[in-house]
């Protein structure tokens, strides 16, 4: 399969289905929200950049998790039972995205959370479609993630923990809250042995992308969220 190249001036993709077998559709291109927008309601996300360009993937099979699906080990339950941390949204979305940048991951030289991902990301956060979760020890911000959410999908980009557990437990409180609110699924994009043990599962791209057609008909909560008796919602 051929590597298309993107060029800045005209905002479309290829077909995820063009995609190389690792998954890899296109080079080029720019981070900015239309073009971000348009590639994650295709099941296209950017992944690295290598001096300026961004490289553009629609893996098979995709990595998700639906709500209902989500596993709460019992060294999990004994977090939450112990009132360990407190959770909020959206409070301080830049330094949560910088936290991220700043994990060090098996296989990765260095970060692919360049200052143009976090540019892109942030203006995201700024129009209401990009999210964070932060999870506190005391007055510490000790974990967090952070995706963006379109219709009834949200997408996972990365998390990060400076104390054990600190990051699943967000994601569980941030799963535990979509699934009120209705969603359908969150996208995790890859598999990680982190996410399957929460219950993340691969489906085919074919899939993923009806799970796509069907969400373009679906009401985005833009703005900043926060957690609800029954879900999220905007403040």
Same mark, same amino acid.
């Given at each position: 399969?051929?590597?298309?190249? *993107? ?16 998954? $890899? !559709?296109? @080079? ?7 073009? $971000?927008?348009?590639?994650?309601? =295709? ?20 990595? @998700? ?15 939450? =039972?112990? =009132?360990?941390?407190?959770?909020? *949204?959206?409070?301080?979305? /830049?330094?949560?995205? %910088? ?8 296989? &990765?030289?260095? +970060?692919?959370? +360049? ?11 700024? &129009? ?19 995706? #963006? ?12 923990? %400076?104390?054990? /557990? ?8 941030? @799963? %535990?809250? #979509? ?5 359908? !699924? ?11 043990? *929460?219950?993340?599962?691969?489906? +085919?791209?074919? *899939?993923? #992308? ?11 909560? @833009? ?11 905007? %403040?």
């Amino acid at each position: 399969m051929p590597v298309f190249w *993107l060029n800045e001036r005209e905002m479309a993709f290829p077909h995820p289905s063009l995609a190389e077998p690792g998954g $890899l !559709l296109a @080079v080029g291109g720019d981070l900015s929200p239309e073009r $971000l927008v348009l590639a994650y309601r =295709n099941g296209i996300f950017p992944w690295f950049e290598d001096e300026g360009s961004f490289f553009w993937y629609a893996p098979d099979p995709r990595y @998700v998790l639906f709500p209902a699906e989500l596993k709460i080990h019992k060294s999990m339950r004994s977090v939450f =039972n112990q =009132n360990k941390f407190r959770y909020t *949204l959206d409070t301080c979305f /830049n330094e949560v995205i %910088r936290a991220c940048a700043l994990v060090s991951r098996t296989g &990765q030289d260095g +970060s692919w959370i +360049s200052e143009p991902f976090i540019e892109g990301y942030t203006e995201l956060h700024r &129009q209401g479609l990009a999210h964070s979760v932060e999870v506190w020890h005391d007055e510490n911000l000790v974990g967090g993630l952070y995706g #963006l959410a379109l219709g009834r999908i949200f997408f996972g980009e990365s998390m990060f923990a %400076r104390e054990p /557990n600190a990051s699943k437990a967000g994601f569980i409180t941030l @799963v %535990r809250a #979509l699934q009120q609110s209705g969603f359908w !699924l969150i996208d995790c994009q890859q598999q990680t042995a982190h996410l399957e043990s *929460l219950g993340a599962r691969g489906i +085919s791209r074919e *899939l993923f #992308l009806e799970y796509l057609t069907k969400n373009t008909y679906e009401r985005t909560l @833009v703005g900043n969220w926060e957690f609800a008796t029954d879900g999220v919602r905007t %403040r």
